[in-house]
């Protein structure tokens, strides 16, 4: 399959994600139809999406008048003559299995199947997509910030279809980075983890405090902010899931005292700049003031 043969893009899951790569898609001129189960995602997550697209023409150096159609819709059987799905349902491995399946019997043969999961791999759930050698994971950041996407086969995945996948990023203006196998986090998110595991273990074994972690990395970084403003901007209640997450899957003592550590900013509600208050207090957090990173 040629990129050009890609017409009309099928979004499963009209969240966070679906609208985001909904918009990309449209503002890069492909017709994409916008499928969720629930009516009522559906209509806020099109309103959002048709919302995004003007804003994302701009970022893009974009003409929004030369947008593709965004087709919203609960119907599956819409999905009939879509040439690439991209799906962004929650993370749930079975509920993953079972959207594929479904669409495997909707979509033509020669459609390609992606996945924007974050943690799991392609080859959890590849068998039922009905087309193994089709499908592969095709992982988006935030569109709005970055282009950089992973794109990750499995084992038996084509290697022609892994070539047009990164054609087909390129196509809505992304910068695919590609794996060679595949690892969980994929590669970005994989480095990130570890920092932001590393900077709770040295605050949780009380080595330094939170401020001169921040500092040590900007200073050294020249970045504005550091690990712990960052788990800010993430929400504190996801970094301390995805921390216990891993930990017990794991093993990790570690780990689990860094999850340990997190709860009680939880439990208090001290979820990051979404609330107002997390390690720092919003707006204005400490790190963001000039004198910050000189300690004054
Ligand atoms: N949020 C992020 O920052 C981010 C970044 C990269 C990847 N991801 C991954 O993207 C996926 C989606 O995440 P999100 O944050 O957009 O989730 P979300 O909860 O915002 O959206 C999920 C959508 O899927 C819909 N849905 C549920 N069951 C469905 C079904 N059977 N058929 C069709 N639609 C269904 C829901 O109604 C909802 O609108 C997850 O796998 C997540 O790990 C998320």
């Known amino acids: 399959m040629n990129i050009e043969d890609i017409k009309k893009v099928l979004i499963i899951g009209s969240g966070t994600m679906g609208q985001q790569i909904g918009a990309v898609c449209a ?55 879509v040439d690439f799905v991209s799906e962004s349902v929650p993370e749930d491995p079975s509920l993953k299995e079972k959207i594929f399946t479904q669409f495997n019997g909707i979509c033509p043969g020669r459609a390609i199947f992606t996945t924007n999961t974050s943690s799991l791999l392609p080859s959890m759930i590849a068998d039922k997509t009905g087309r193994p050698d089709r499908f592969a994971a095709l992982h988006f950041h935030d569109v709005r910030v970055t282009r950089i996407v992973d794109v990750m086969p499995h084992k038996g995945t084509s290697p022609e279809i892994t070539e ?90 570690q780990g689990m005292a860094n999850a340990e550590k997190l709860k009680p900013y939880v439990t208090g509600g001290k979820l990051g700049a979404k609330t107002g208050e997390g390690f720092y207090k919003y707006p204005g957090p400490e790190y963001s003031a000039k004198s910050f990173v000189e300690g004054s």
């Open 27 to 81: 503002v890069h001129g492909l017709d994409v139809v916008l499928y969720d189960v629930s009516a009522d995602a559906l209509k806020n997550g099109a309103a959002r999406t048709e919302k995004l697209v003007p804003k994302l023409a701009q970022i893009y150096g974009r003409d929004p008048k030369s947008a593709g159609r965004i087709i919203p819709t609960t119907d599956p059987n819409e999905a009939s003559d």
């Open 164 to 253: 047009t996948v990164s054609g087909f990023a390129r196509r809505i203006g992304q910068i695919p980075v590609r794996l060679n196998k595949e690892n969980h986090g994929y590669i970005f998110n994989a480095m990130f983890m570890n920092l932001l595991a590393s900077a709770l273990t040295l605050w949780t074994r009380d080595v330094a405090s939170i401020q001169d972690i921040d500092r040590s990395w900007m200073g050294v970084m020249h970045t504005p902010i550091g690990p712990f403003g960052l788990m800010d901007q993430i929400g504190i209640d996801t970094v301390h899931k995805l921390t216990e997450y891993w930990a017990k899957k794991t093993d990790n003592r």
